[in-house]
């Protein structure tokens, strides 16, 4: 485990405030060359993606008092990067163990956070990210090479025959709050309650089943030892739908599935 040491030095000045004192760990450096610290009670988040970073901590704003997220605690661009330090959220991730081992109640629970979602007003809503956005964005990944390979099984030879095949069959649209990205990493429980969403940068007006799809898929890979390893009893994600209370358009989840190979 990375040690915890002053980090200061290395954050843009607007944000030094904020950080001194506090000591952080290293949380990861993904393959878009991202950072994260992590202290007792904040994170701090370098991203690459300026624009991505921006619009991130709109919705983070816009999202406070509607739904438990981190709270912005400064924001600044410097040196190339969107420097965003955010409170950390109560709880542990979805995919902790305890939760994996009661798959029955965990299906519960993330229905509770589906169902939080799509409750929420959407009417001044800041950021949108329906199909238009969504499969303009594929397109642009795909025709500057990008995406090179889909998984195995997915019935396309190539991320342009599947593109275009996405958009000559777009599925009805049922726009609500979404995650962008509702994975059990992202989803944090405390007393079987959600206490905080985490990695919003895909978040805005979208689809139900952009969610949907990709929380039934998270819950059975999480627990059938796709992630980690270990196979757990009841990686059956129909549970979550029993929980929702909803017979789903199983096309339709497929469409979105097929949709984030392209991500």
Known sequence: MCAY????????????????GRLFRAESIGMSGDAVWISEDTVLKAENNIPRGVE?????RWLSGRLPVPQVIAHTVSGGKSWLLM??????????EYYLERPGELAQLLAQGLMMLWETDISDCPRVRDLDTELAEA???VESGLVTQ???????????????????NRPAYEPVLSHGDFCLPNVFAEDWRISGFIDLGDCGIADRY?????????????????FGGRVYPGADPDRILASLGIAPDRDKLQYYLLLDELF
Request: charged residues 30%; hydrophobic residues 35%.
């Open 210 to 226: 952009r969610d949907l799809s990709l929380c039934l898929r998270s819950f059975r890979q999480n627990l059938d030892g796709t």
């Open 56 to 60: 991130t901590v709109n919705i983070m």
């Open 150 to 168: 889909l998984s195995g099984g997915c019935g396309f030879d190539s991320p342009a025959a599947l593109l275009d095949w996405l958009e000559q």
């Open 87 to 96: 409170s950390r959220v109560r709880g542990k991730m979805s995919c902790d």
């Open 5 to 20: 040491k002053e980090i200061t030095a290395e954050v843009p000045k607007e944000l030094r405030e904020h950080t001194a």
């Open 139 to 141: 397109r642009q990944r």
